[in-house]
């Protein structure tokens, strides 16, 4: 008789795997939807009680996409999905959401009571980042379009810094190689400012060359906010989405700690290599089960269906302390800042 064995499969390229697919992905197609759906991909996620609530972009036959809620108690099984969209554009009163309004992410601001969601509105000058909020996922307010295209892949933090709101964003500049991710600030939600580069695309060979944009929301851990981006290299063959790590100061989240060299989860498995956009993992949702550690990261599969990894916070975190600590930061103010302060002192000093 063959004797199983009880360890995990080494993976055939010899890295160690800091997350792990679940084995009943996707969890989450278009056959699983009540009304008409072409792909369903690119979840926010979080926890609202006892439930696991995403909020899922569709996308039509039209090519357009709206959101839609589902619901679970174990997060990975039994969704209860809205009969009907539950986060329609609104072509006639947002103008800017005429082509549709994609890859949400959600966050808990508990000052307010409130989700906020962060959502990419298509409108036909470009994509843009709007701002929406609600406390039960059934009614939307929303706050607009808060950054002006080409922007997408925002999401807002869970508190306030020296009184202000901090976003994390990507713009992308017209006519310039290579899109950044920024951090903004804002005193109201509604008026964002301050913008500075939080980091940077790599260049050439390297997996994060060309473009960079958040994931989820940043995860408040002792260490610093986690953060997980994908980071895209543009091959004779498409574009490839892999996913890579970083870690920013706690209490200035403008500065970061570390960032790994290395993607941490590329596209392998059949339903991220294959579908509407080939070669492509897109999270925009996590949630950390404080109990067990572990964290639910709910992701794009081949911009066609929802898949889900899950990875130990402690084994996230082990691993980042072991990537470098960027040389420079790269935001212009504070640097001006230290050289006004600089040639002050030695002002001072003659
Ligand atoms: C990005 C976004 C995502 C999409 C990804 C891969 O620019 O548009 O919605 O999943 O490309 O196609």
Redesign the pocket.
Known sequence: MEMKSTEEPKAPHGYAELFQRHVGNPILTALDWPYPAHTV??AAACQAGDETVLLV?VEDRRGHSHLAVARSNDGVSHWRIDDKPSFAPDPINCPEEEWGV??PRVTWVAERGNWIIAY?AYSPRG?LVSLAETNDFKSFDRLGPVLPPEN?DAAVFPRRFNNRYAMIHRPVPSGKSGAHVWISYSPDMKHWGDHRILFQARQGAWWDAS?I?LGPPPLETAEGWLVLYHGVRVTAGG?L?RLGLALLDLEDPGRVLRRSDEWVFAPEAPYECHGD?GD?V?PCGWILDKPTGTIRVYY?GA?TCLALATARLSDLLDYLRDCPAPQTQQHARPAVRDEHRASRRRMLNH
């Open positions: 991909f690119n972009r994609e890859d990419t994509p997408k473009k944009g574009s989405y956009v492509v897109f794009g911009d």
